[in-house]
């Protein structure tokens, strides 16, 4: 039989490997196959089976017109935009079925994926009774949420399974039992006696490169318009698109440009009733291109995204620019740029910005904080196992200074430096009854590079620590009278937590667990100690 098979592959072309036939592809032919492509999935629902949700008047035209809009050669020039708007399109089992088909198709990183949803929001318990957000989908009953209609979270996992890192996704939506949402009414009643303070962010958390566009803030109503025919925030997104909302004059209108554009006219139609709001964990200099093409280098942006600087007005060369979140183009040059706050002032720094550049505004004000910190501490040293506590060290006291310098060699990671011991004199019980007393002396000597996790005052730090253990004991008693030294380096770990009191001032705690290696009355023994610490530190 492998003789048959060695046979089959033999022939008039054998001498061409298999008859391969080379093919010559032109350098246009190839740019075209690797091309990223513009992918984009609409969906608009109107109508549903359940009379207990109201139709929307403007749904399905609002995917329509978005759609024209993404696929005008002149405008969005998308290589295919799929519309989702009749009953049967628009299921919860269909909407999941295109959602999984998409990611079979936009399969490359820096494919341009858009995401849109135009419909009725809502709230509901799940089965383990916790509060979910739902998109209301065509077959979705009023009486069973949580098993019929579309879990945020569920079409938000879907979102995230794109293998493009260029990936929006707008929600045209709300959740607040008014304007394009309704609430049951045992949980409108429920939530009336809730505070506002319920409604405090999205479920929804942004991944890397991708961005979630919602037409109003959590807790806020999402409006249809009569005269604008379309739903409010849709309307001037789409107007951005025309290419009034290139804030920076290069040609496109990136999604970023695009919502706010349509954040700030809808929150002046509407009278500041809605307020869209936007989840960005990274804008980087590959942006998603909504519109036109970016044939020119841009006037400078200052933007942020960050909910730390929500409310902060920008102002650059003493004039409000925006409140953020959100960005304005300056002309290029030394210009002094402000975050403020009623009449405080959180940041003021004059800053060289030149053509093309894109500053986050996040880097301002790291970089307006001190990262060096150093700290007083005080704490407690021992080694792990007892028979190390009973014939080397006891338990001891440990002082010492902390050196701290954030972003440091690497952006999120830390150097530490410590240096710490203690002297005094402890007993020995080596016989159970006799008494040995001896003075010692111990240093140590720290660097570690933890990894750092930082929220407002709070910063948390764990990673690798490398330490120099030097221990000196001195006897003095009937049967010997000299001393004992040791010196070892030890790997192990680290990590702690800082409580920033105020610009300067901060709290400080440690902990250590390190692993090595000494020699007691000529016996060589591993040995782990654990060290922990508390302190105040000084920023500069």
């Not at 709230?123 to 998109?135: A, I, P, T, V």
């Not at 338990?395 to 002297?423: I, K, N, T, Y």
């Amino acid at each position: 039989m492998m003789l048959g098979a060695l046979v089959a592959c033999t022939g008039p072309a054998a001498y061409e490997k298999g008859g391969l036939v080379p093919l010559k592809l032109d350098e246009a032919t190839l740019s075209t196959a690797y091309a990223p492509r513009r992918i984009a999935l609409l969906v608009g629902i109107a109508e549903f089976q359940d009379p207990q949700w109201r139709n929307l008047r403007y749904s399905e035209k609002d995917a329509q017109d978005l759609a024209a809009a993404l696929q005008d050669p002149a405008r969005g020039h998308f290589d295919q935009v799929r519309l989702l708007t009749t009953p049967e399109q628009t299921t919860r089992a269909s909407i999941l079925a295109a959602l999984r088909e998409l990611q079979q198709e936009a399969t490359r990183p820096d494919d341009v994926v858009v995401v849109y949803f135009s419909a009725h929001g809502t709230l509901s318990r799940d089965g383990q009774g916790e509060l979910k957000r739902y998109l209301v989908t065509h077959d979705a009953s009023y009486h069973s949420i949580a098993q019929t209609a579309l879990p945020m979270d569920v079409l938000k996992a879907e979102f995230d399974k794109l293998p493009s890192r260029r990936r929006l996704l707008v929600l045209a939506t709300c959740h607040s039992g008014n304007g394009k949402s309704l609430l049951p009414k045992e949980l409108e009643q429920e939530l009336a006696g809730i505070k506002s303070g319920f409604y405090a962010r999205p479920l929804e958390e942004s991944s890397r490169a991708s961005m979630v566009f919602a037409a109003c803030d959590w807790g806020e109503t999402a409006r249809e318009d009569e005269g604008l025919r379309n739903d409010i925030y849709t309307y001037f997104l789409i107007e951005g698109l025309n290419g009034s909302a290139d804030r920076n004059a290069d040609g496109a209108v990136t999604a970023t440009e695009a919502h706010d554009y349509a954040r700030r006219r809808t929150f002046a139609f509407t009278q500041g009733r809605q307020r869209p709001s936007a989840e960005i964990l990274e804008v980087g200099a590959d942006p998603v291109v909504l519109s036109g093409s970016i044939d020119r280098l841009g006037r400078p942006e200052l933007f942020s995204y960050n909910p730390r600087l929500d409310g902060f007005t920008l102002k650059v060369d003493g004039e409000p620019r925006t409140d953020l979140p959100g960005g304005t183009a300056v002309m290029p040059g030394n210009r002094i740029v402000e975050l403020t706050k009623g009449d405080a002032v959180l940041v003021r720094r004059e800053v060289e910005v030149a053509e093309g550049q894109r500053l986050p505004l996040e880097q301002l004000l790291a970089d307006a904080f001190p990262h060096r910190s150093l700290s007083l501490v005080g704490g407690m040293f021992s080694f792990v196992d007892r028979r190390s506590r009973t014939e080397l060290l006891p338990a001891s006291p440990d002082v010492g200074v902390a050196l701290r310098l954030e972003d440091r060699p690497l952006q999120d990671f830390a150097l530490m430096l410590d240096l710490g011991g203690s002297h005094g004199r402890h007993q020995l019980e080596l016989v159970p009854g006799s008494q040995v007393p001896f003075a010692y002396t111990r240093l140590s000597l720290g660097v570690g590079m933890p990894y750092l996790w930082r929220w407002d005052r709070l910063s948390l730090f764990a990673g690798p620590r490398v330490a120099a253990l030097y221990l000196r004991r001195s006897f003095a008693v009937d049967t010997f009278v000299g001393g004992q030294e040791y010196f070892t380096f030890s790997p192990g770990l680290m990590g702690g937590a800082v409580w920033r009191l105020s610009e300067r001032l901060e709290l400080i705690s440690q902990m250590q667990w390190m692993l090595t290696y000494v020699v007691v009355d000529g016996k060589g023994q591993a040995v782990g100690f654990a060290g922990g610490l508390a302190g105040v530190g000084y920023r500069f």
